[in-house]
């Protein structure tokens, strides 16, 4: 069964260093996001990307954030300097046309210290 | 804003017994998901609704639009049913999921 997949699974940052999320969605899908999970809090969508270009970001999607679709396979969220606060686990996920079921990946849990 | 309530927000319940977890929302929707999320953090689809009713093996998921309630069942629960419960919404003209709180089931053999 096809399924979305994320690297690293978990990552150890110092603060003030960029860090690369990556993702693989599901081949024939067209739509992507990245969401975050604070520890304890609920799942906050980012971003959702569309046609090499982003179609809809949320207020934690700043400046320091970016999305980037390098290939025909790779979806990417770089954070450029991280703080404490990204600390959380990012999920990535994809949908075939943006309505229909979206898939998450399994997740990639960030620590910045 | 569109505000995601489930519940209840924990929730024991003995082996075999019949589950059901709430989930209210208070804009329009285009379609409702029901996910799973186990401890290791991963997060699994169960259903995705737009209208009526879907069942999946023990699982059920009814929608009512007009009252703007979803619910989710479990039918004979098992200790490997526990994770947490998560009700998410995409507002009708977005492409963005928002997500309640989850509900935190555990089922004790």
């Known amino acids: 069964e096809p399924e979305v997949t994320q690297t690293p699974s978990h990552q150890v940052t110092q603060m003030g260093q960029e860090v690369i999320l990556r993702c693989v969605p599901i081949?024939?899908?067209?739509?992507f996001y990245w969401y975050r999970q604070i520890l304890g809090q609920k799942v906050e969508f980012l971003v959702s990307?569309?046609?090499?270009?982003?179609?809809?970001k949320s207020e934690i999607f700043d400046d320091q954030f970016s999305v980037e679709r390098p290939d025909g396979s790779n979806f990417t969220l770089k954070i450029r300097s991280t703080k404490l606060e990204d600390s959380a686990m990012y999920f990535c996920a994809s949908s075939r046309d943006g309505v229909t079921e979206a898939f998450f990946g399994q997740g990639t849990r960030l620590t910045v210290v | 804003k569109n505000e995601v309530e489930q519940s209840p927000q924990n929730l024991t319940a003995q082996e075999g017994e019949f589950i059901t977890i709430n989930c209210s929302y208070s804009?329009?929707?285009?379609?409702l998901h029901w996910l799973q999320q186990h401890p290791g953090g991963g997060i699994v689809s169960l259903f995705m609704?737009?209208?009526g009713k879907k069942k999946h093996g023990r699982l059920i998921a009814t929608i009512n639009i007009q009252e703007k309630h979803s619910s989710l069942h479990i039918t004979a629960s098992h200790p490997r049913d526990s994770a947490v419960y998560i009700c998410?919404?995409?507002?009708?003209?977005?492409?963005?999921?928002?997500f309640g709180k989850g509900t935190k089931l555990s089922v004790i053999p």
């Open positions: 804009v329009g929707i285009s379609a």
């Open positions: 081949s024939n899908h067209l739509y």
């Open positions: 990307f569309y046609n090499n270009e982003i179609s809809e």
């Open positions: 609704l737009s209208s």
């Open positions: 998410a919404v995409l507002q009708a003209g977005s492409y963005q999921l928002t």
